[in-house]
């Protein structure tokens, strides 16, 4: 199984980027894919997570309102469309995904495969 995050960039405050994650291997329909986040000299931690077809989606109160997690379980594909960015959104984005459906899609342990990670940057 291999997971390819990609639409990472640098962004003005105010601005939009919309991440995506390919995942090649298997298909995972049933279980979470989500987006975890680590910044610079902090623990890495969670951004959103959907489940199936997508009418289970869950977002950390931090990004909640503003980012929108969507998945394309025809191509394997997870999506984070992120507006309004904020600076304190810098970080290395990662997508991941359950081997197999279980609840503790908030922890990285939750988790079984994961992308290599892709860089945002906001600017002030």
């Known amino acids: 199984v291999q997971l390819q995050a990609s639409g990472g960039g640098l962004v003005q405050a105010g601005g939009s980027l919309r991440l995506s994650c390919a995942a090649s291997?298997?298909?995972?329909?049933?279980?979470?894919m989500g987006w975890f986040r680590q910044a610079p000299g902090k623990e890495r931690e969670f951004v959103a997570a959907?489940?199936?077809?997508?009418?289970?989606?869950v977002y950390a109160d931090s990004v909640k309102g503003r980012s929108t997690i969507s998945r394309d379980n025809a191509k394997n594909m997870v999506y984070l469309q992120m507006n309004s960015l904020k600076p304190e959104d810098t970080a290395v984005y990662y997508c991941?995904?359950?081997?197999?459906?279980?609840?503790?899609?908030?922890?990285?342990?939750?988790?079984?495969?994961w992308g290599q990670g892709t860089l945002v940057t906001v600017s002030s």
């Open positions: 991941a995904v359950q081997a197999f459906y279980r609840g503790d899609y908030y922890y990285s342990r939750g988790y079984d495969y």
């Open positions: 291997g298997r298909t995972f329909s049933s279980a979470f």
């Open positions: 959907i489940r199936g077809s997508g009418s289970n989606t």
